[in-house]
């Protein structure tokens, strides 16, 4: 669970990097050369197996730890929570999850999926080879046209703060986990734990509120 869950921390720091680009005022340039790289990089690919390996192994821990306590439950149904730790693990992180992986769901159909599968993308000129024209994904106009809806932009807002959380509590649990949460880098890590937990969902939600507002 630790493992997955670190993987995925540092996923999310290379996919905030490469999703700031979609704000860099050219219009798209940057972000359109940036996603034609990783759609076309034969090692990124296999990163992301990697990546989508990790999430399905996450869930289906987190789903054997929350049955694997709720066995082990040491006070009986009605009786009062011995530890409050343990109370908000088992109900907060199971939920917050859940919200994280409804977001997924909505983010990867939107994105991931059209990118791959979609029909009738937007493409760009991107010059001439051996006298044929070449084309690339218009990335950032099936992005831009996404955020420009109001719902669709709030979704990312709400599963940004939920993220918030969800990393807040999973970041200093990993650490626990791997035995550095007693260490003396305690403090360090709860430190790093709770900034990282702030600011990579804010810079995330930064990003549709402003694609939003420039189009509104
Ligand atoms: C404003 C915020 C975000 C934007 C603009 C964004 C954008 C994108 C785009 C364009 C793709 C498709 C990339 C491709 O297939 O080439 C993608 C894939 C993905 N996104 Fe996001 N994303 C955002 C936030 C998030 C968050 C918060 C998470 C996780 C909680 C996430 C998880 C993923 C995953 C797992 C993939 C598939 C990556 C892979 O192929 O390995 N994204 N995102």
């Not at 197996?49 to 009605?78: C, D, E, M, Q």
């Not at 730790?85 to 907060?92: D, E, I, K, P, V």
């Not at 979609?118 to 493409?123: A, I, N, S, V």
């Not at 940004?160 to 969800?166: A, G």
């Amino acid at each position: 669970m630790a493992l997955t869950g670190l993987f995925l921390i540092l996923f999310l720091v290379i996919h905030l990097i490469g999703n700031l680009q979609l704000l860099a005022g050219d219009g798209g340039e940057a972000f359109n050369r940036y996603s034609y790289f990783m759609a076309n990089n034969g090692l990124i690919q296999l990163v992301s197996k990697l990546n989508f390996t990790f999430i399905v192994l996450h869930v289906i821990y987190s789903i054997w730890l929350a049955r694997t306590n709720a066995a082990a439950r040491p006070i009986p149904y009605g009786g009062k929570a011995k530890s409050v730790q343990a109370t908000w693990n088992s109900r907060n992180m199971g939920i917050l999850g859940t919200l994280i992986l409804l977001f997924l769901i909505v983010h990867l159909k939107s994105f991931w999926f059209e990118f791959k599968f979609g029909t009738g993308l937007p493409m760009i000129e991107a010059g001439t080879y051996d006298g044929l024209n070449f084309a690339i994904l218009d990335a950032y106009t099936v992005v831009a046209t996404a955020y420009s809806t109001l719902p669709y932009m709030l979704i990312y807002v709400v599963g940004m703060l939920v993220l918030s959380f969800h990393l807040y509590h999973g970041f200093q649990s990993a650490f626990q986990t791997l035995g550095l949460g007693f260490s003396s880098y305690k403090k360090l890590i709860e430190v790093i734990g709770v900034v990282y937990a702030i600011i990579v969902p804010l810079l995330f939600a930064i990003i549709p509120v402003a694609m939003y507002l420039q189009q509104a």
